[in-house]
């Protein structure tokens, strides 16, 4: 696939058909998303491919504690007001394209409910790359950008593959329910996981397309002739 196809071509998927992703495959994907660069050629990255029981426990204990009402309880730290101002009006942007595409009303709360509920069972994507970064350079915000560019290539060449993906803050927000059954080791920290499958056609949020502020409005050009 041409590359700008594939970048214009990616979305979010967040609905899956229950078909297994083989072993192969999967490493196929993840020594592509290694090739990411990193500062110095660090790679303080490192992926836990998990699928079956490992991952249904994940999700069951995700949800028990969801629902109990658990303090997020993440490794990878984030403001603790929020998104605001045009960052929260964006966030609100996609959750109403999700909404509406999926014939959720505003104040439906069940519908939103199980909507969120899904979310913490990485939309039951039958496999879920957890991102981890090794604890030495977690407090490095560089080693952060490595992670993320790794995830991106990860993603990418899921696509190309014709999976779905989506990555899914939500599936770390118990970190402690990943680390122990995905059996992550002391010397690295959770940074995000992406769930992921072959996308299921007729989930209709899977055709969302997200939109992008216009280019005058975050990008500049300095020294250009016109
Ligand atoms: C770090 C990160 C965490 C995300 N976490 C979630 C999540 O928990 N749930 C979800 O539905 N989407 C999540 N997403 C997907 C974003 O909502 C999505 O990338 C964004 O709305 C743009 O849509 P697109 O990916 O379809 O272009 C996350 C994306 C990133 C980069």
């Known amino acids: 696939m041409e590359f700008e196809q594939l970048v214009a071509q990616r979305r979010s998927i967040r609905g899956y058909k229950p078909d297994p992703v083989s072993k192969e495959v999967m490493q196929e994907i993840v020594e592509i998303a290694k090739r ?94 957890v991102i981890t970064c090794d604890r030495e350079l977690a407090d490095d915000t560089v080693a952060h950008f490595d992670c993320g560019a790794a995830t991106y290539g990860l993603v990418l060449a899921a696509t190309s593959k014709g999976l779905g ?38 989930f209709v949020a899977n055709d969302v397309v997200s939109r992008r502020v216009a280019v005058d409005e975050d990008v500049s050009f300095v020294g250009f002739d016109d």
């Open 36 to 129: 990411a660069p990193s500062s110095m050629n660090t790679q303080p990255w490192n992926f836990h491919v998990l699928t079956g029981e490992p991952l249904e426990r994940i999700r069951e204990g995700n949800t028990e504690r969801m629902l109990g009402g658990a303090e997020v309880d993440r490794e990878i730290k984030m403001s603790d007001h929020g998104y605001q101002g045009v960052h929260r009006r964006r966030q609100v942007e996609i959750a109403i394209q999700l909404f509406e595409a999926m014939g959720i009303e505003r104040d439906d709360k069940e519908r939103r409910q199980d909507w969120v509920m899904r979310g913490f069972r990485q939309f039951d994507a039958p496999v879920s790359v």
């Open 165 to 202: 993906c989506v990555i899914n803050g939500q599936g770390i927000m118990q970190s402690a329910v990943v680390r122990e059954h995905a059996n992550i080791p002391e010397d690295e920290v959770i940074m995000t996981c992406v769930a992921m499958g072959w996308p299921n056609e007729d």
